[in-house]
């Protein structure tokens, strides 16, 4: 067996060690095999002394804290005497060595950022940083007009409607403790700016040129309703007759999956990060950035197949919404957005963690629609010898990969094909002087663009 997530190879006991059992303790559980090479072969020097094994319990327990104990045993590997030391995932987290934390990584310790020690230990009391009181507000700075609003909101999804009055409320949800307001009840419902919640968004005609930005700091719900309405200016629509009364609207992007990204945006963005969420709307695309990475737990593929335990940064800030009827069920939100997109004929959206935070990347109908729809007239009228003739099946595949997924880079695709990166980017240069591919934007951040295809 080789070092994993829950094994590692140590040839003596030494603090190495007791790193690692704080990272399992921080992470699943695991195990450390002393006395063996990094491959986990027995050392024929590795002895074990008569009071070795207590020694080291102790200093395990010394050295860590909250203070943790493994169980110790010696074990036969390849026919010589080794020791295993394990421990199982530790109820309180996060467990420090020397005062610093690390979590199991695959098969190596990461030290853990600020952030994630804080995540870390909010989670093990099964609560959240919106959660906790704070004096550095008073109910004052609570607009009951907008508690009211919500009060409302969730009256129209209820058999038994709200009846208490606006205080109550709060107290019932528990957004006020002990007197003190909640830092989800600051971000729902301040009657003041509210700083944390900061969105920058823009309207860009190039990358670098903006030609119509706006910065919102207000509550969590009128962010909601003010990020679309922006959208909505700086996109186009078109109406549909369809022989009904009344003619049909068709946005560039289904709505109700912008909607739903924009939920997700405000409802689970780490407001601890000092930096803020933005918005930037190009001609064909929008982009989406907020702070707060994924958690560890899951990866971007689970997230877009569905397949994972959903986990809520603000759980108090969750439950509002989901009163209000913002949020449907818990972990779901990825699928609509996944199928609404299908379902307008877009291109699939990009998720991604970058940075300290995550990006959704959406397409507009232009980037595959409307090309595609022009294929069959151009590729016979235009270019049908170029293509049908001269295109090799190398820059045949780069076409078909550009087009399922417009944002991959020269170095992915020379991987895919197995050749050179020179050889992938030569290929791309006359692809582009060929004019049937064209980027949009700069060399990161952008994207490619499929103006013919076979």
């Given at each position: 067996?080789?070092?994993?997530?829950?094994?590692?190879?140590?040839?003596?006991?030494?603090?190495?060690?007791?790193?690692?059992?704080?990272?399992?303790?921080?992470?699943?559980?695991?195990?450390?095999?002393?006395?063996?090479?990094?491959?986990?072969?027995?050392?024929?020097?590795?002895?074990?002394?008569?009071?070795?094994?207590?020694?080291?319990?102790?200093?395990?327990?010394?050295?860590?804290?909250?203070?943790?104990?493994?169980?110790?045993?010696?074990?036969?590997k390849e026919g010589h005497q080794v020791v295993e030391m394990s421990i199982n995932e530790f109820?309180?987290?996060?467990?420090?060595?020397?005062?610093?934390?690390?979590?199991?990584?695959?098969?190596?310790?990461?030290?853990?950022?600020?952030?994630?020690?804080?995540?870390?230990?909010?989670?093990?009391?099964?609560?959240?940083?919106?959660?906790?009181?704070?004096?550095?507000?008073?109910?004052?700075?609570?607009?009951?007009?907008?508690?009211?609003?919500?009060?409302?909101?969730?009256?129209?999804?209820?058999?038994?409607?709200?009846?208490?009055?606006?205080?109550?409320?709060?107290?019932?949800?528990?957004?006020?403790?002990?007197?003190?307001?909640?830092?989800?009840?600051?971000?729902?419902?301040?009657?003041?700016?509210?700083?944390?919640?900061?969105?920058?968004?823009?309207?860009?005609?190039?990358?670098?040129?903006?030609?119509?930005?706006?910065?919102?700091?207000?509550?969590?719900?009128?962010?909601?309703?003010?990020?679309?309405?922006?959208?909505?200016?700086?996109?186009?629509?078109?109406?549909?007759?369809?022989?009904?009364?009344?003619?049909?609207?068709?946005?560039?992007?289904?709505?109700?999956?912008?909607?739903?990204?924009?939920?997700?945006?405000?409802?689970?963005?780490?407001?601890?990060?000092?930096?803020?969420?933005?918005?930037?709307?190009?001609?064909?695309?929008?982009?989406?950035?907020?702070?707060?990475?994924?958690?560890?737990?899951?990866?971007?593929?689970?997230?877009?197949?569905?397949?994972?335990?959903?986990?809520?940064?603000?759980?108090?800030?969750?439950?509002?919404?989901?009163?209000?009827?913002?949020?449907?069920?818990?972990?779901?939100?990825?699928?609509?957005?996944?199928?609404?997109?299908?379902?307008?004929?877009?291109?699939?959206?990009?998720?991604?963690?970058?940075?300290?935070?995550?990006?959704?990347?959406?397409?507009?109908?232009?980037?595959?629609t409307k090309d595609k729809n022009k294929v069959g007239e151009k590729v016979g009228e235009k270019?049908?010898?170029?293509?049908?003739?001269?295109?090799?099946?190398?820059?045949?595949?780069?076409?078909?990969?550009?087009?399922?997924?417009?944002?991959?880079?020269?170095?992915?695709?020379?991987?895919?094909?197995?050749?050179?990166?020179?050889?992938?980017?030569?290929?791309?240069?006359?692809?582009?002087?060929?004019?049937?591919?064209?980027?949009?934007?700069?060399?990161?951040?952008?994207?490619?663009?499929?103006?013919?295809?076979?």
């Amino acid at each position: 067996m080789s070092e994993s997530l829950q094994i590692e190879y140590k040839s003596s006991f030494n603090d190495a060690v007791i790193e690692t059992l704080t990272a399992f303790a921080n992470t699943k559980g695991g195990k450390v095999i002393i006395g063996v090479d990094n491959a986990g072969h027995p050392l024929k020097s590795f002895s074990i002394g008569e009071e070795s094994m207590q020694q080291w319990v102790n200093e395990v327990k010394n050295k860590t804290q909250p203070s943790i104990i493994p169980d110790i045993e010696v074990i036969s590997k390849e026919g010589h005497q080794v020791v295993e030391m394990s421990i199982n995932e530790f109820p309180i987290k996060p467990v420090s060595f020397k005062g610093r934390y690390f979590k199991r990584v695959q098969n190596s310790n990461h030290q853990l950022t600020l952030g994630e020690i804080t995540h870390l230990h909010l989670k093990s009391f099964n609560t959240s940083w919106d959660s906790y009181s704070t004096t550095d507000y008073d109910l004052e700075s609570i607009s009951i007009e907008k508690v009211n609003r919500f009060i409302e909101k969730a009256n129209t999804l209820k058999e038994n409607p709200i009846v208490d009055d606006p205080l109550t409320v709060l107290y019932k949800y528990e957004l006020i403790k002990e007197n003190n307001l909640t830092n989800a009840a600051h971000l729902l419902f301040s009657e003041p700016d509210v700083f944390q919640a900061t969105i920058e968004m823009g309207r860009f005609s190039e990358p670098t040129l903006i030609k119509d930005g706006l910065t919102l700091r207000t509550d969590l719900f009128s962010e909601v309703d003010q990020v679309i309405q922006f959208i909505k200016k700086h996109i186009n629509k078109e109406y549909i007759i369809t022989g009904n009364a009344q003619r049909q609207e068709r946005w560039q992007y289904p709505m109700d999956a912008i909607r739903e990204i924009v939920v997700n945006m405000i409802v689970h963005r780490d407001y601890m990060h000092h930096g803020d969420s933005s918005i930037k709307i190009f001609n064909n695309s929008i982009e989406f950035f907020n702070p707060g990475a994924l958690p560890a737990s899951i990866t971007v593929e689970q997230l877009k197949t569905g397949n994972y335990v959903s986990e809520v940064r603000n759980k108090k800030i969750a439950t509002i919404f989901k009163e209000a009827g913002e949020i449907e069920k818990y972990g779901s939100g990825i699928q609509r957005i996944l199928n609404s997109f299908d379902n307008y004929k877009l291109v699939t959206p990009v998720f991604e963690n970058i940075q300290h935070g995550f990006r959704v990347i959406v397409f507009s109908e232009s980037l595959l629609t409307k090309d595609k729809n022009k294929v069959g007239e151009k590729v016979g009228e235009k270019v049908g010898e170029k293509v049908g003739e001269n295109l090799s099946a190398n820059q045949t595949e780069i076409i078909n990969y550009m087009r399922k997924s417009p944002t991959i880079s020269a170095k992915t695709i020379a991987q895919k094909l197995g050749i050179s990166l020179r050889k992938t980017e030569s290929n791309i240069k006359k692809l582009r002087e060929m004019g049937l591919i064209t980027r949009v934007g700069p060399a990161k951040g952008g994207h490619w663009e499929v103006i013919q295809t076979t």
